[in-house]
Protein backbone atom coordinates (compact mmCIF):
# COMPACT_ATOMS: atom_id res chain seq x y z
CA UNK A 1 0.00 0.00 0.00
CA UNK A 2 1.62 3.59 -0.33
CA UNK A 3 -1.15 5.47 -0.45
CA UNK A 4 -0.44 9.65 -0.20
CA UNK A 5 -0.75 10.03 3.15
CA UNK A 6 0.20 13.20 5.40
CA UNK A 7 1.54 12.49 9.22
CA UNK A 8 -1.16 14.73 11.49
CA UNK A 9 -0.82 12.93 15.02
CA UNK A 10 2.65 11.17 15.87
CA UNK A 11 2.73 7.99 18.46
CA UNK A 12 4.34 10.77 21.24
CA UNK A 13 1.37 13.20 20.80
CA UNK A 14 -0.91 9.88 21.08
CA UNK A 15 0.58 8.63 24.09
CA UNK A 16 0.69 12.18 25.94
CA UNK A 17 -2.86 12.84 24.84
CA UNK A 18 -4.18 9.53 26.07
CA UNK A 19 -1.86 9.93 29.36
CA UNK A 20 -3.70 13.11 29.87
CA UNK A 21 -7.48 11.92 29.44
CA UNK A 22 -7.14 9.06 31.44
CA UNK A 23 -5.87 11.13 34.46
CA UNK A 24 -8.69 13.28 33.98
CA UNK A 25 -11.33 10.16 33.60
CA UNK A 26 -9.13 8.84 36.71
CA UNK A 27 -10.08 11.70 38.90
CA UNK A 28 -13.55 11.88 37.85
CA UNK A 29 -14.95 8.32 38.03
CA UNK A 30 -12.33 6.74 40.39
CA UNK A 31 -15.33 6.27 43.09
CA UNK A 32 -18.18 5.59 40.07
CA UNK A 33 -17.09 1.65 39.11
CA UNK A 34 -17.81 2.92 35.51
CA UNK A 35 -18.14 0.87 32.32
CA UNK A 36 -16.46 1.86 29.17
CA UNK A 37 -17.91 1.09 25.72
CA UNK A 38 -15.78 1.16 22.98
CA UNK A 39 -17.52 1.37 19.97
CA UNK A 40 -15.81 -1.31 17.28
CA UNK A 41 -13.92 -1.41 14.96
CA UNK A 42 -12.43 1.78 14.98
CA UNK A 43 -12.13 2.63 18.65
CA UNK A 44 -10.14 -0.47 20.12
CA UNK A 45 -6.34 0.52 20.00
CA UNK A 46 -7.82 4.35 21.45
CA UNK A 47 -9.96 2.09 24.33
CA UNK A 48 -6.91 -0.21 24.81
CA UNK A 49 -4.16 2.31 25.62
CA UNK A 50 -6.80 4.77 27.90
CA UNK A 51 -7.80 2.03 29.87
CA UNK A 52 -4.28 1.06 30.42
CA UNK A 53 -3.40 4.02 31.81
CA UNK A 54 -6.07 4.50 34.29
CA UNK A 55 -5.34 4.10 38.07
CA UNK A 56 -8.77 1.87 38.91
CA UNK A 57 -9.66 -1.02 37.02
CA UNK A 58 -13.09 -0.75 34.76
CA UNK A 59 -15.01 -3.04 32.98
CA UNK A 60 -15.23 -2.91 29.27
CA UNK A 61 -17.69 -3.74 26.80
CA UNK A 62 -18.02 -3.08 22.74
CA UNK A 63 -21.21 -2.14 20.47
CA UNK A 64 -20.48 -2.19 16.98
CA UNK A 65 -22.28 0.37 14.82
CA UNK A 66 -22.03 0.74 10.98
CA UNK A 67 -23.53 3.76 8.95
CA UNK A 68 -20.49 3.66 6.41
CA UNK A 69 -20.32 2.16 3.19
CA UNK A 70 -17.36 1.26 1.03
CA UNK A 71 -16.09 5.16 0.93
CA UNK A 72 -15.52 8.30 3.38
CA UNK A 73 -18.33 9.58 4.24
CA UNK A 74 -21.41 8.59 6.85
CA UNK A 75 -24.55 7.41 5.01
CA UNK A 76 -27.08 8.68 7.94
CA UNK A 77 -28.25 5.32 8.26
CA UNK A 78 -26.37 3.70 11.13
CA UNK A 79 -26.99 0.21 12.47
CA UNK A 80 -26.35 -1.37 15.30
CA UNK A 81 -24.84 -4.81 14.42
CA UNK A 82 -23.54 -6.04 17.55
CA UNK A 83 -25.28 -4.51 20.72
CA UNK A 84 -23.60 -4.46 24.39
CA UNK A 85 -23.63 -7.64 26.58
CA UNK A 86 -23.34 -6.29 29.99
CA UNK A 87 -26.61 -4.24 31.54
CA UNK A 88 -26.09 -0.40 31.87
CA UNK A 89 -29.23 0.28 34.05
CA UNK A 90 -27.74 2.58 37.08
CA UNK A 91 -24.21 2.46 35.83
CA UNK A 92 -21.99 5.10 35.19
CA UNK A 93 -21.07 4.86 31.24
CA UNK A 94 -18.34 6.46 29.14
CA UNK A 95 -18.26 5.96 25.36
CA UNK A 96 -15.06 5.68 23.50
CA UNK A 97 -15.17 6.27 20.28
CA UNK A 98 -12.19 7.24 17.16
CA UNK A 99 -13.49 10.19 15.63
CA UNK A 100 -16.62 12.10 15.36
CA UNK A 101 -17.68 13.82 11.86
CA UNK A 102 -21.10 14.77 10.87
CA UNK A 103 -22.06 13.28 14.68
CA UNK A 104 -24.88 10.69 13.30
CA UNK A 105 -23.39 7.70 15.03
CA UNK A 106 -22.52 9.39 18.24
CA UNK A 107 -26.31 10.92 18.52
CA UNK A 108 -27.70 7.36 17.63
CA UNK A 109 -25.78 5.33 19.94
CA UNK A 110 -26.32 8.02 22.84
CA UNK A 111 -30.30 7.62 22.17
CA UNK A 112 -29.49 3.96 21.90
CA UNK A 113 -28.18 3.58 25.35
CA UNK A 114 -29.82 6.01 27.43
CA UNK A 115 -33.45 3.72 26.91
CA UNK A 116 -31.34 1.72 29.54
CA UNK A 117 -31.31 4.37 31.85
CA UNK A 118 -27.63 4.45 33.25
CA UNK A 119 -27.05 6.94 35.85
CA UNK A 120 -24.76 8.87 33.51
CA UNK A 121 -23.49 9.00 30.39
CA UNK A 122 -20.31 10.28 28.55
CA UNK A 123 -18.25 10.44 25.69
CA UNK A 124 -14.70 10.30 25.04
CA UNK A 125 -13.82 10.25 21.48
CA UNK A 126 -9.78 10.96 20.49
CA UNK A 127 -10.57 13.10 17.99
CA UNK A 128 -13.42 15.70 16.81
CA UNK A 129 -13.42 16.85 13.58
CA UNK A 130 -15.22 19.61 13.18
CA UNK A 131 -16.19 20.89 9.54
CA UNK A 132 -19.04 18.32 8.71
CA UNK A 133 -21.26 18.18 12.10
CA UNK A 134 -24.48 18.19 11.50
CA UNK A 135 -26.19 16.84 14.84
CA UNK A 136 -24.62 18.70 18.66
CA UNK A 137 -23.63 15.68 20.64
CA UNK A 138 -22.16 16.75 23.69
CA UNK A 139 -18.11 15.68 23.45
CA UNK A 140 -17.23 15.48 27.24
CA UNK A 141 -13.27 14.01 26.59
CA UNK A 142 -11.71 15.06 23.43
CA UNK A 143 -8.13 14.09 22.26
CA UNK A 144 -7.57 16.37 19.77
CA UNK A 145 -9.70 18.99 17.24
CA UNK A 146 -9.12 18.97 13.31
CA UNK A 147 -10.80 21.35 11.05
CA UNK A 148 -11.47 18.55 8.10
CA UNK A 149 -9.85 15.59 6.48
CA UNK A 150 -9.66 11.87 6.10
CA UNK A 151 -8.07 10.45 8.38
CA UNK A 152 -6.42 6.59 9.12
CA UNK A 153 -3.88 5.12 11.06
CA UNK A 154 -4.53 4.12 15.44
CA UNK A 155 -7.61 2.00 15.01
CA UNK A 156 -9.00 4.46 12.29
CA UNK A 157 -9.32 3.02 8.61
CA UNK A 158 -10.25 3.59 4.92
CA UNK A 159 -12.62 0.76 3.71
CA UNK A 160 -10.68 -1.56 6.17
CA UNK A 161 -7.50 -0.26 5.53
CA UNK A 162 -4.75 1.36 7.21
CA UNK A 163 -6.50 0.69 10.35
CA UNK A 164 -3.06 -0.68 12.74
CA UNK A 165 -0.49 2.17 11.44
CA UNK A 166 0.28 3.55 14.61
CA UNK A 167 0.35 7.35 14.29
CA UNK A 168 -2.70 8.92 12.49
CA UNK A 169 -2.59 10.55 9.07
CA UNK A 170 -4.63 12.63 6.54
CA UNK A 171 -5.46 10.76 3.35
CA UNK A 172 -4.47 12.95 0.55
CA UNK A 173 -5.95 12.42 -3.16
P1 LIG B 1 -20.30 10.25 11.98
O1 LIG B 1 -21.60 9.55 12.15
O2 LIG B 1 -20.17 10.95 10.66
O3 LIG B 1 -19.94 11.16 13.13
O4 LIG B 1 -19.23 9.13 11.83
C1 LIG B 1 -18.41 8.72 12.80
C2 LIG B 1 -17.77 7.43 12.37
O5 LIG B 1 -17.32 7.52 11.03
C3 LIG B 1 -16.55 7.17 13.21
O6 LIG B 1 -16.87 6.26 14.22
C4 LIG B 1 -15.59 6.56 12.23
O7 LIG B 1 -15.75 5.16 12.26
C5 LIG B 1 -16.02 7.06 10.89
N1 LIG B 1 -15.17 8.20 10.45
C6 LIG B 1 -15.47 9.51 10.42
N2 LIG B 1 -14.46 10.26 9.98
C7 LIG B 1 -13.46 9.38 9.73
C8 LIG B 1 -12.10 9.54 9.27
O8 LIG B 1 -11.59 10.63 9.00
N3 LIG B 1 -11.39 8.40 9.13
C9 LIG B 1 -11.88 7.14 9.43
N4 LIG B 1 -13.14 6.96 9.88
C10 LIG B 1 -13.92 8.06 10.03
MG1 LIG C 1 -16.03 4.59 14.68
Do not use: W
Not at 39 to 48: E, R, V
Not at 152 to 172: A, I, M, S
Amino acid sequence: MNEAKRLIISRDDIARRVRELAAQISKDYRAKDPILVGILKGAFIFLADLVRELDFPVEIDFVRLRSYGPGTTSSGDVRITKDLEVPIKDRHVIIVEDIVDIGYTLHYLREHLSLQHPLSLKVCCLIDKKERRAVNVPLDYVGFTIEKGFLVGYGLDCGEKLRTLPEVYELLD
